[in-house]
């Protein structure tokens, strides 16, 4: 149950004039991230809320240091740290062969224009 050949040159159009004047700013991509944000707390019950705030607060202030100290740790713990990597990726196979099957497909039926067969 797929589109006409006139259909599908119609919307072909139509996304080439829309990807041609739209711009995404970085307000909107911030205001686009604090509804995100909100429409999560919203889930959480009153204490859990206070908390990811107080969270998000300190990593915003201290967002240079907890970088560093990532960096250090992953520096300090090399093999720590790729062995989890190893055992997370061998745990997960599966699951990311699957992923790289649907994005390689997306990506191909994109390439070829065949946009209304992209239902994973």
Do not use: S
Request: proline letters at 0%.
């Amino acid at each position: 149950m797929g589109f006409t050949a006139a259909e599908l040159a119609e919307m072909a159009r139509a996304d080439a004039e829309i990807e041609a004047t739209f711009r995404l700013t970085n307000e909107d991509l911030a205001l686009g991230r604090q509804i995100d944000r909100d429409a999560v707390l919203e889930g959480m019950d009153a204490r859990a809320r206070k908390r990811a705030e107080r969270q998000r607060r300190y990593y915003e202030a201290h967002k240079d240091e907890v970088a560093e100290r990532q960096r250090q740790y992953r520096e300090a713990n090399r093999g720590k740290v790729a062995e989890y990597m190893r055992r997370y990726y061998e745990t997960h196979k599966d699951e990311w062969a699957e992923y790289m099957r649907r994005y390689r497909r997306r990506k191909r039926m994109e390439a070829e224009g065949n946009v209304n067969d992209l239902q994973d």
